[in-house]
């Protein structure tokens, strides 16, 4: 059987196929395309005729010259198929995206398989590319991707200040606790809760408390570093774990929270709320036995605050 009667079987067989839902393209070792089938002709816009003997590369420009030409020589080399997924390479070559279901995905995800063609005398002369739309299973798995962080964001926040959860951030403190004990780093936790809060209550009510909690929590936002852990230990009561901080730099955050906190004013009901919050300081500079030790300082420290006055920070010395 001659090479050109190799190539014409080769047409039959994808005159069988034309009606398959994937993109067939058969480019020769020049990656000039050779074959062009009713897929590619649907999705492109363009007709056989007209890409017929054209550089896929100047059919697709957006096609990574070096990197295809790498994985052609190695299925050149090797006689064996390569392939790409979508969640490595979205696309091997860009079509819009036409499916009614995943309509807002702006391109068609793919995966493709890259053949070698056999001729007759067992050279590798052509390639065969086969394109297929799997945008349909890429959304479906980014979606569902998606409502798993949202389902983990939910397990580890508070709702009402959309801070970290105690069971989350107690989980943080035990990490930075075991980075301590392998590598001798340092971190600092602040604790603090807001000064005379079960008067806010019986004064302004409920809502109203739900309000200043929510405004200490913004507060909090603006004034940690992406580093950080803020989260709420309980009613009026916050925590920030600051990593790699000793307690004197933790006593200027949390200065600066203090400051910041009592400058706010919070609008209920035609009512004006003022407040102050008391703030404990404990790094783990000083020996312990576990990460709770640190949260029972810093709590020693905050009582030493109320015991004092209020609306005033103190550290845990020992």
């Known amino acids: 059987m001659s090479d050109n009667l190799d190539f014409n079987e080769f047409h039959r067989l994808l005159a069988i196929v034309q009606s398959i839902d994937v993109g067939v393209v058969l480019i020769d070792r020049e990656y000039r395309i050779q074959v062009w089938n009713t897929f590619m002709e649907n999705r492109s816009g363009r007709q056989p005729n007209e890409v017929h003997q054209q550089s896929i590369f100047s059919v697709f420009p957006e096609l990574e010259e070096n990197w295809f030409r790498h ?16 969640e490595q390479r979205p696309y091997l070559v860009r079509f819009k995206n036409y499916q009614p279901i995943t309509g807002q995905e702006e391109f068609m995800y793919q995966n493709t398989t890259i053949l070698p063609v056999l001729s007759t005398n067992s050279s590798i002369e052509h390639i065969c590319l086969i394109i297929y739309d799997v945008t349909e299973v890429a959304v479906n798995k980014q979606q569902l991707q998606g409502a798993n962080l949202q389902l983990k964001q939910l397990a580890r926040t508070d709702r009402l200040t959309g801070l970290n959860n105690r069971g989350y951030w107690e989980e943080c403190l035990a990490h930075e606790y075991a980075r301590h004990r392998r590598y001798q780093s340092n971190a600092a936790l602040v604790m603090f809760d807001i000064d005379h809060f079960k008067k806010v209550n019986d004064t302004y009510g409920h809502p109203a408390g739900d309000k200043v ?14 580093t950080d852990y803020a989260g709420r230990y309980g009613g009026e009561e ?22 910041g906190i009592a400058a706010l004013v919070v609008s209920h009901e035609e009512q004006r709320i003022s407040f102050t919050v008391s703030l404990g300081v404990a790094d783990l500079s000083l020996p312990m036995d576990e990460h709770k030790q640190l949260i029972e300082r810093a709590d020693q420290a905050l009582y030493a605050s109320k015991k004092g006055g209020r609306n005033q920070t103190n550290v845990y010395s020992g």
């Open 71 to 86: 994985k052609v020589e190695s299925v050149v080399t090797l006689g064996t198929p390569a392939f790409t997924i979508w």
């Open 213 to 226: 909690i929510q405004a200490v929590a913004e507060v909090i936002r603006e004034q940690v570093r992406d």
């Open 238 to 259: 916050f925590v920030i774990l600051l990593p790699d901080i000793d307690s004197a730099g933790a006593r200027v955050f949390a200065e600066r929270l203090r400051q």
